[in-house]
C-alpha cells in the first residue's frame, strides 16, 4: 500500500484515535511513502498530467483523460467558468506490459480522451467527443 502523505480524519466527527490508527498503518511492513520504495514505477508519467482513471481487463488497458481544465472545476460553479477556446496539448507516457508508449493528448475546448492500449490493437483513441453549446451570455 502506498501512503504518500498523512490523511485528515474524515467526517463531521472523527475519531479521537485516527493518528494512532495511522500510525499504526503506516508502521507495518508493506505499506510505503513512494512507489519507488515499494519497487513500483507510475502507471502515466507526464508533466502536469490532467485528472485520470485507469480500468485493466485481460487484454486492454482503458486510460480516461478529463480536460486538464477539469482541475479547476469547483462548485457552485461561477457563471461562464466552462467557457474555453484554446487548445490544450499534454504529452505523456503509459507503462503498458512493461514497455514505455508515448502519447500526444491534444484536448479541444470541452473534449476529454478515452484511449485503449492493447496487445492486439495497439493505441486506439475511442471517440467519447461531446460538442456543448458555448456558454452565451444572457443579460
Not at 493518528?19 to 507495518?28: C, D, G
Not at 506490459?97 to 476529454?112: C, I, R
Amino acid at each position: 500500500m502506498i501512503l504518500p502523505h498523512a490523511s485528515r480524519p474524515p467526517g463531521k466527527h472523527p475519531r479521537g484515535d485516527h493518528r494512532t490508527l495511522l500510525e499504526t498503518l503506516r508502521a507495518r511492513r508493506k505499506v510505503f511513502g513512494r512507489l519507488l520504495d515499494a519497487g513500483l514505477a507510475p502507471l502515466v508519467v507526464g508533466d502536469d498530467l490532467p485528472p485520470l482513471w485507469a480500468r485493466r481487463t485481460a487484454e486492454s488497458l482503458y486510460l480516461f483523460f478529463a480536460h486538464p481544465k477539469a482541475r479547476e472545476l469547483r462548485y457552485p460553479m461561477g457563471y461562464g467558468q466552462s467557457f474555453c477556446r484554446e487548445r490544450v496539448v499534454r504529452r505523456i507516457a503509459v507503462d503498458f506490459d512493461g514497455a514505455l508508449q508515448s502519447l500526444d493528448l491534444v484536448f479541444d475546448p470541452y473534449q476529454s480522451f478515452l484511449v485503449c492500449l492493447s496487445r492486439a490493437e495497439g493505441v486506439r483513441f475511442i471517440d467519447i467527443g461531446y460538442r456543448p453549446p458555448e456558454p452565451a451570455c444572457s443579460v
